[in-house]
């Protein structure tokens, strides 16, 4: 069974670009949750997407975005980069929500300059 | 407001038990989780314990709840060198239904 897959694995962009990020969940898993993970802030949480319907959604700012397709298959997308958006961007794949057991991607390494 | 706290730092040597301890606040959560996360890699779920539970033992890892002062702990017997990783303690909580993470402990094992 596959696990959890994120590309690109590392992504260099300039300020003001956007980027578009992807997680592929395990197969049969229709929730997936996005994570920002920065030295200084540790894990924050984004958004979560379930059935192609955004259901939580953390305190980022509107340039921050996402979907999921009727695969299950999620995006993020980031407008307008700024420095401070270098972070890995990791994403967490469940069944029905992050319940018993949520396996999370390897992870985009996205490095702003 | 959501907070989950651990301390950053813990440091044992090979063979030694190693506990690592964490706070939260919200009282409503339903699951507590240990995650693990090797250096470029993403979070391993170790474990998890239900919020009505007090403990859960799985092979070398022993988690205590204590639902009184909301605090959460791992225990991993026997550390080994391999065991060096950040760990991280989270919480779900039910009003949300999101999962906050606290900032990580990172373990070095002495040889």
């Known amino acids: 069974k596959a696990g959890v897959t994120q590309t690109p694995r590392y992504l260099i962009k300039t300020r003001g670009q956007q980027v578009t990020l992807s997680c592929s969940p395990i197969?049969?898993?229709?929730?997936v949750s996005w994570y920002q993970q920065t030295p200084g802030q540790g894990l924050q949480f984004l958004f979560e997407?379930?059935?192609?319907?955004?259901?939580n959604k953390g305190n980022f700012p509107g340039r921050f975005s996402g979907r999921q397709f009727s695969n299950s298959r999620s995006e993020m997308n980031v407008s307008t980069l700024e420095l401070g958006d270098s972070a890995l961007y990791l994403c967490?794949?469940?069944?029905?929500?992050?319940?018993?057991?949520?396996?999370f991607g390897q992870g985009t390494r996205l490095t702003v300059v | 407001g959501e907070d989950v706290e651990q301390s950053l730092f813990l440091s044992v040597r090979e063979g030694d038990s190693s506990v690592i301890n964490c706070t939260y606040t919200d009282s409503s959560s339903t699951y507590l989780y240990w995650y693990k996360q090797e250096p470029g890699a993403g979070l391993q779920l170790l474990t998890y314990i239900f919020s009505n539970m007090d403990m859960k033992q799985d092979q070398r890892l022993t988690v205590l709840l204590n639902k009184k002062d909301k605090h959460l702990s791992l225990r991993i017997a026997d550390t080994q060198t391999g065991d060096s990783a950040i760990y991280f303690c989270?919480?779900?909580?039910?009003?949300?239904?999101?999962?906050?993470f606290g900032p990580g402990t990172s373990l070095s094992v002495i040889p």
């Open positions: 197969s049969g898993h229709r929730s």
């Open positions: 997407y379930f059935s192609e319907t955004q259901r």
């Open positions: 989270a919480e779900k909580e039910t009003s949300y239904d999101k999962v906050i």
């Open positions: 967490a794949s469940s069944f029905q929500g992050f319940d018993t057991e949520a396996f």
